[in-house]
């Protein structure tokens, strides 16, 4: 009877064991994934409110226009737009 109580429990903390090492294995995979994914959304494409070209939003010029925030491909369109709004 103790040697089955004994072998009962070495299981238990076997299973444990292994379930916890699967999911520290299974987490950093899911943790590399989440990284790669978030560099992927860095090449997010914009389109200029002003001269209509798509461009990276990583290289854009931000501007908050009455609380808007627009983001630009270059200083050149931020400022002809800026100078479109004074005419």
Same mark, same amino acid.
Not at 29 to 57: A, G, H, R
């Given at each position: 009877?103790?040697?089955?109580?004994?072998?009962i429990i070495l299981i238990y903390i076997c299973y444990?064991?292994?379930?916890s090492l699967l999911s520290s294995y299974t987490a950093g995979?899911?943790?590399?994934?989440?990284?790669?994914?978030? #560099?992927?959304? =860095?090449?997010?494409?914009?389109k200029d409110p002003y001269c209509e070209v798509y461009f990276p939003e990583r290289d854009g010029i931000h501007l908050n226009h009455e609380g808007e925030n627009l983001v630009f491909c270059s200083? #050149?369109?931020? =400022?002809?737009f800026l100078e479109s709004l004074n005419k």
């Amino acid at each position: 009877m103790l040697a089955k109580i004994i072998l009962i429990i070495l299981i238990y903390i076997c299973y444990k064991t292994i379930k916890s090492l699967l999911s520290s294995y299974t987490a950093g995979s899911k943790t590399k994934v989440y990284y790669d994914e978030k #560099e992927k959304i =860095d090449d997010v494409m914009l389109k200029d409110p002003y001269c209509e070209v798509y461009f990276p939003e990583r290289d854009g010029i931000h501007l908050n226009h009455e609380g808007e925030n627009l983001v630009f491909c270059s200083t #050149e369109c931020r =400022d002809n737009f800026l100078e479109s709004l004074n005419k």
